[in-house]
């Protein structure tokens, strides 16, 4: 049997993923300051900015490593377990979660800050809202065609 490197590849991708992720989390607060006082904004809003900014990746983060889960499974060369199906529920769970904070978010700058009234944000939000969505939903889709393969190869076992 030959070795198939995708896997490998694609669990290293996921881990640079955290890893910028990491990064990027941890360095939010100073760009976010740099960038407003760029534009003379007081730090009220910085603060309100980077805590949406924190509450948005929350649930990408814990996606994230459901996804590290996922191709760790597949590396073993065991993706059609309960721990897949599950990892699966979870991702869908975050990518809904993230849809709505994104809307609460949005919903609570618009209200609290002046400055984003007048931000034409309609693309990326709707953008924002359809990338959740799909994800969520071939999640969950996902999660039920492993859930029957599961059932499938457990009667096949049970059967030889």
């Given at each position: 049997m030959k070795n198939d490197f995708s896997p490998k590849i694609l669990n290293a991708i996921v881990v640079l993923g955290i890893a910028i992720t990491c990064i990027l989390v941890l360095a939010t607060p100073l760009i976010v300051?740099?960038?407003l006082k760029s534009r003379q904004l007081n730090r009220e809003l910085s603060t309100t900015i980077s805590i949406c900014l924190y509450l948005l990746e929350v649930p990408y983060v814990m996606a994230l490593f459901k996804l590290k889960k996922l191709c760790g499974l597949v590396v073993k060369n065991n993706p059609f377990s309960i721990e897949s199906?599950?990892?699966l529920k979870t991702?869908?769970?975050c990518c809904f979660s993230e849809l709505l904070i994104?809307?609460?978010c949005k919903?609570?700058?618009d209200y609290s800050v002046e400055a984003f009234?007048?931000?034409p944000l309609g693309?990326?939000?709707a953008?924002?809202?359809i990338v959740c969505l799909t994800i969520g939903f071939l999640c969950i889709v996902l999660s039920q065609l492993f859930e029957i393969a599961i059932k499938i190869k457990e009667e096949n076992d049970e059967t030889i």
């Open positions: 300051t740099a960038f199906v599950k990892s991702i869908s769970m994104i809307i609460g919903k609570y700058l009234n007048n931000l693309l990326p939000l953008a924002s809202i």
